[in-house]
């Protein structure tokens, strides 16, 4: 459990300090992931193993069950609270992004290549009476 703490810390650092870590992060990101597997995997035989004693009625496995549940209820507060925290930071982190000077700078870009348009439409369409006439030494007779 402490590798896959350590890991974590190691790749939220990475996050931050990408220069000094990022040769790093596949590495953390492996063991985070076998670490995970792992747990799963310890959680589902556990499961499976009460669920046995369950259907064989053996002694204490009622008791097994119901502090399973109440340890599952009481850790879902704060998994949620942190859920939670994570999920507004995210969404305050992506609407900096987008922040209205962006907006504004998208309009104004808009608003020229609009113009740009317009101009070159007007020159193109000008009428031919105002474009300058030949000069005389090149026309034909």
Do not use: C
Not at 9 to 28: D, F
């Amino acid at each position: 459990m402490a590798v896959i703490l350590g890991s974590l810390h190691l790749m939220t650092s990475a996050m931050q300090h990408s220069s000094q870590l990022s040769g790093w992060y596949s590495a953390m990101v492996g063991i985070n992931t076998l670490g995970t597997l792992l747990l799963l995997g310890l959680v589902g035989v556990n499961g499976y193993w009460l669920y046995k004693q369950l259907r064989q009625r053996e002694a204490g496995s009622r008791l097994t069950a119901r502090m399973a549940v109440l340890f599952i209820l009481l850790t879902l507060a704060p998994a949620s609270v942190v859920f939670y925290s994570s999920m507004q930071f995210l969404h305050e982190s992506i609407d900096s992004w987008f922040d209205t000077e962006i907006d504004r700078a998208m309009e104004d870009a808009l608003e020229l290549g609009q113009a740009v348009l317009g101009e070159r439409t007007r020159a193109w369409w000008k009428p031919a009476s105002k474009s300058p006439s030949p000069s005389p030494a090149r026309r034909r007779p």
